[in-house]
């Protein structure tokens, strides 16, 4: 915008939403008010074809006469607002930017270059030697004594070390860092980390920290009784306290001041972390502080590089070619890492040649220090989400609306978006043919590319996404006119929506105090309304909302708000999850735009209304944990359904409702409950699993949960539950996950099995959990090439895997090679399992079975004495974590030359680990026999029976952490506390005690 004026001056902005959101609404009352009659007309004309399409709307006008014109006033007027806004655009001097698509190049270089994905916070992301010094000094300086310790000055008092920076420059990476070293897991036998943020509630930090120490809170929400609560807990061990993300004093002097110095004093040595932008705030804590530098250039240079799509094998180039213009680029960047990760991530949207970057290196947005967070990292986000097009910006901006810290999935937020119109097709005739929710996907996909999304490790979960910090503030700035999120106070929150009349969207999370509803009943524009884990006092009505789209609510007594749901005429995306309701209105065909109804976890719920049946429009339905074991009749009439989990399966009479699943052809997601209830194959091939040509996710379920039933099976239940699946064959194409749970057939389906299994050539995941009776596993897994992940869990009948599980011959035809993407393989409660009949490839062959194989996890197996040959190969070089608990008969682990970590836990007779070359460090637990560890050269720390110890020099010298870091001396060797030998090569002399 050029000239003097300022948007924000301008209530035009405003009221141009306001008449954009009531145009919607409008359209909505059209269709509403028409559905019917439009059917039919649709029916009536369909022989017409196109011509019927454009006869359509005219004949429903003639038809309609009064509501049309009733229509047509609206428009009139809405064009009339729209018009007088326009007028006004002159006096602002905006900027013609052109349209997005002829800004934007499209990122034709994404196919030739997979990007790589990480599910997890890894170490590929740090650059440099600095932060493993800073990573050092923060250690020394938390595990180091001083007069505090010794009642020295003082009394009263904790060491506190503050960790300071400017936003997105990696001070809560670093802090992860600290609190994962083993140095740190020796030296505190309690260790927590509170994320305190801006918006703090203080009987949940206080609850959560109890909790993390090992106490018992009891939902108590006296502050002083926890307070005493949390003194007590600490003060039974040394203690680290993380507290992360620190904005001002409040939370160390209103809440933590008393029980932490308090519980230090009976626990001399504990200490204190904390993480801020505000060297003010630590220094008010007395810590001694850490500041946190920004990368050098060649350091910044190569954290870019890694943020690129990666070439392939053999493709050359390491962007090298373009290192002086992109030295540029990162200067730009100032340093900062995820300034340079989300600048990686726009960059990744480019073709990597100099005259690309140069448009991105002299590219240049508006955003004034003055109208945001004062941090140079604004610069690379603001540049990344102008490149945005219209349909991402809102996508972007929708995940702000997120409370910090909620658990919303992937899927689940794209829902959100269809149903608030986000996700539209282009127009192309051909995006026609493409589901909602596929378009949903790539928006999502790029936004996780161009690193403005980053995946949530905190729940170890792949499916949940969040921002951070720094760019969900950037976010809720973009977004502060029309969305407000609340973690406060009920008092807070009544001044927070007297502040705010003109919102479209609220997000209120608090666990504590009751929520008034008569609070929220003048916000009537709100359009998507999230409660997270509130208390709501009863009262009031849903009758006021009338424009709401998005209603997400998981206070657990929220039954009352049944009885008012269908005065939402308006709404697509309703989600009750984890609350007390028993019943869905019967009238509930009335909230015909109704597309997505989430009803996980209620556990009070035990039928849906036969009306559900009527809703059109349905496109998700999520019955998982319900109490719902019977769907109505005619279930199959909602042929737009894409996602349907815990559908449950009952026999009434000759029907099943397993039947209903056959006109639902659209369907992408499908989780089937209480199988074993089916009577027949007969009746299994009329659901017509194998004409769902978009399936993408596939979970088959007997029984709802764990059980002895599925102990106690006869021979003629086995056979015709393993009739039942083999009709229940998937179709093959799109394919990526199968979940197999409670199955108890004596041999898994024949669609598993050689040859069936090669045509599924997108299945990635596959889970085969309590498969109680299976006697082996099948022989076509071998075949699937894209197959990343195998979990087999509960398979206490299978006694022998042989090498046609992981050696088929058929999987090698031209050359191919078994299991050739499997990155991870678990096997647990395999109780059964006596061998594992896997020889070593012989040296002439090129191949060896399994080559990508990262993460082997053996648990439970208690009649295995040995590994096979052919897993323990010298060949095997990508093999890098290797977890073996339970395995009571097995005596010696070697010839694993690239794991470079070791887990060995309840393994009584094991006696020798060695030819593990790589291994740096190992974890041993209730192993008393083992007297050897030999060909460790490179290790470099171990935990014997939950002590640490760190190896070093040739003769494998082992040191206590905890003895050399505590004392403040010079670290002493000392004699390991069994009959172990530990070489560095067979010629070493060894350790002995």
């Known amino acids: 915008m050029a000239g003097g004026n300022s948007w924000k001056d301008w209530p035009n902005l405003y009221h141009g939403h306001d008449a954009l959101y009531k145009g919607f609404d409008d359209d909505d009352d059209e269709d509403g008010g028409g559905t019917s009659s439009c059917l039919s007309l649709r029916e009536k004309l369909s022989f017409l074809g196109c011509l019927g399409d454009i006869l359509q709307p005219f004949l429903f006008c003639v038809k309609n006469p009064g509501f049309a014109n009733e229509v047509g006033g609206r428009i009139k007027k809405l064009n009339d607002e729209l018009a007088t806004i326009r007028m006004g655009v002159a006096d602002f001097n905006f900027i013609d930017l052109g349209s997005y698509e002829e800004r934007r190049r499209p990122p034709t270089s994404s196919a030739s270059y997979p990007r790589r994905e990480n599910a997890q916070f890894v170490q590929s992301d740090l650059v440099g030697d600095q932060i493993k010094k800073n990573t050092e000094e923060l250690v020394q300086k938390l595990i180091s004594t001083d007069h505090r310790d010794h009642g020295i000055g003082s009394s009263n008092m904790v060491k506190v070390v503050g960790i300071v920076g400017q936003g997105g420059i990696g001070k809560s990476t670093l802090a992860k860092k600290v609190f994962a070293s083993e140095a740190i897991k020796e030296e505190f036998k309690i260790k927590i980390w509170l994320s305190v943020t801006q918006q ?21 929400n006296d502050e002083t009784i926890l307070v005493q609560d949390l003194t007590d807990a600490l ?99 100032d340093g900062l890492p995820l300034a340079i990760k989300v600048m990686g991530g726009l960059l990744s949207t480019r073709n990597p040649n100099e005259r690309d970057w140069e448009n991105v290196l002299h590219k240049d947005f508006g955003w004034k220090e003055e109208d945001g967070p004062g941090e140079k990292l604004n610069y690379s986000v603001s540049l990344s989400y102008d490149d945005l097009s219209p349909e991402l910006k809102q996508c972007f901006l929708y995940y702000s609306l997120l409370p910090k810290g909620s658990d919303f999935k992937k899927k689940t937020i794209i829902s959100m978006w269809i149903c608030e119109g986000f996700v539209q097709h282009d127009g192309r005739s051909e995006s026609d043919q493409v589901d909602l929710e596929q378009i949903g996907d790539d928006y999502h996909r790029e936004l996780v590319a161009r690193n403005l999304l980053e995946p949530d490790d905190s729940n170890n979960n792949i499916w949940e996404y969040t921002l951070h910090d720094v760019v969900r503030s950037f976010a809720q700035f973009m977004a502060k006119e029309e969305v407000l999120v609340v973690h406060k106070d009920q008092v807070d929150i009544r001044n927070l929506l007297s502040e705010n009349k003109n919102l479209c969207r609220l997000s209120i999370k ?44 998981s206070s657990e007594e929220s039954d009352w708000l049944v009885d008012t749901l269908c005065n939402l005429k308006h709404l697509r995306y309703l989600s009750f999850s984890g609350t007390d309701i028993s019943r869905l209105p019967d009238d509930i065909h009335k909230m015909r735009f109704l597309q997505h109804i989430q009803l996980t976890n209620c556990t009070k719920l035990d039928k849906l209304p036969d009306s559900i049946t009527k809703l059109a429009f349905l496109r998700c339905l999520d019955l998982r944990w319900s109490r719902v074991e019977v769907i109505p009749r005619g279930f199959g009439g909602l042929t737009g359904l894409r996602s349907l989990l815990g559908f449950p399966v009952k026999m009434d009479g000759e029907w099943c409702s397993l039947e209903e699943l056959e006109a639902l052809s659209h369907l992408r997601i499908l989780s089937v409950q209480s199988l074993e209830n089916v009577p027949g194959s007969s009746v299994a091939k009329r659901a017509q699993i194998s004409n769902k040509e978009n399936l993408e996710y596939l979970e088959l379920n007997c029984y709802k949960g764990e059980t002895d039933e599925v102990h106690q099976i006869g021979v003629e239940q086995q056979e015709r539950i393993e009739a039942v699946y083999d009709e229940l064959c998937p179709p093959p194409a799109r394919l990526e996950t199968l979940l197999i749970r409670r199955y108890f057939g004596g041999r898994l389906p024949n669609w598993l099995q050689s040859p069936a299994a090669t045509s599924f050539k997108s299945l990635k995941h596959i889970g085969l959990e309590h498969i109680t009776h299976c006697t082996r596993l099948p022989d076509g897994l071998c075949m699937m090439r894209s197959l990343e992940n195998i979990q087999i869990i509960d398979a206490p009948a299978i006694e022998h895997v042989g090498p046609d599980f992981q050696t088929h011959d058929a999987a090698r035809g031209e050359g191919g090679v078994a299991f050739p993407s499997l990155r991870e393989l678990v096997l647990s409660g395999l109780s059964g399992l006596k061998e594992w009949d896997w020889e070593e490839e012989a040296e002439q062959s090129k191949v060896i079975a399994m080559p990508a194989l990262e993460h082997l996890v053996l648990v439970d197996c208690k009649k295995l004495t040995h590994l096979p040959r052919g897993l323990a190969s010298a060949r095997r070089h990508n093999l890098r974590i290797l977890e073996l608990e339970k395995l009571p008969l097995l005596e010696y682990v070697e010839n694993f030359p690239s794991v470079v970590e070791l887990k060995v836990y309840v393994c009584p007779e094991l006696k020798r680990i060695s030819g593990l070359s790589k291994l740096r460090t190992v974890d041993i637990y209730d192993c008393p026999k083992l007297k050897l560890l030999e060909g460790v050269s490179v290790l470099d720390s171990m935990e014997l029976d939950e ?6 020099g040739a003769d494998a010298r082992c040191t206590p952490k905890s003895k050399g870091y505590q004392q403040g001396e010079d670290q002493v060797s000392r004699e390991l506390p069994q009959d172990l030998v530990i070489t560095r090569t067979v010629a070493l002399n060894s350790l002995k005690r």
């Open 947 to 952: 002590e640490h110890w760190e190896v070093s």
């Open 235 to 333: 003060s039974k061990k040394k203690f680290l306290l993380v507290m992360d993300d620190v904005w001002n004093q409040e939370a160390w002097e209103n809440v933590l001041r008393t029980p932490i110095p308090n519980a230090a004093d009976t626990q001399p040595g504990s200490r204190v972390l904390v993480t801020s932008r505000k060297v003010d705030v630590v220094r008010s804590m007395g810590a001694s502080i850490l500041r946190v530098d920004t990368l050098n250039d060649e350091d910044a240079w190569c954290l870019l590089k890694k943020q690129l799509p990666q070439p392939q094998v053999g493709a050359g180039s390491d962007f090298d070619e373009l290192k002086d213009i992109g030295m540029k680029i990162v200067k730009k960047c």
């Open 510 to 553: 608090s666990t504590h105090s009751e929520l008034e509803w008569t609070i929220l009943e003048k916000q009537g524009r709100v359009r998507t309304l999230f409660f997270v884990d509130c208390k709501i006092k009863p009262g009031g009505s849903l009758a006021n909302f009338a424009s709401i789209r998005v209603l997400d609510i």
């Open 200 to 220: 703090f509630n203080k009987v949940d930090l206080l609850r959560a920290a109890i909790s993390q120490a090992g106490g018992k809170h009891g939902d108590e």
